[in-house]
């Protein structure tokens, strides 16, 4: 899965595409982490410290995607805002000028 999302990127962005990569990669170890809690050879100490590994990675990686998802969007609106904020500024500079 993870060569056809190298060879065929499903979004157009970049920084998505690496979201997605990476949300595949955990996806894999998570299947490794599953196999541990199958056998029964482990005792229950070792269960829940795997129990708590597997909770760590996931919302590690929930996480970063979040972060990375509300970065992208954040950066997205940048120039918006500044050129927002530019003719606000031009529109106070007018209104003290006007008052002169």
Known sequence: ?????????????KAMNIIEIANEVVI???????LCFAQDLQSE??????????????????????????ATKIVKYIP??????KKAKD???AKVMSKI
């Open 1 to 13: 899965m993870i060569g056809y999302l190298l060879k065929n990127p499903p979004y157009e962005s």
């Open 80 to 85: 918006t805002v500044l050129s927002l904020l």
């Open 45 to 70: 100490e070792l269960k829940a410290q795997l129990g708590l590994g597997f909770s760590v990675l996931v919302l590690l990686q929930f996480s970063a995607s979040l972060i990375a998802l509300v």
């Open 91 to 93: 529109f106070i500079q």
């Open 28 to 34: 894999i170890t998570c299947q490794y982490y599953l």
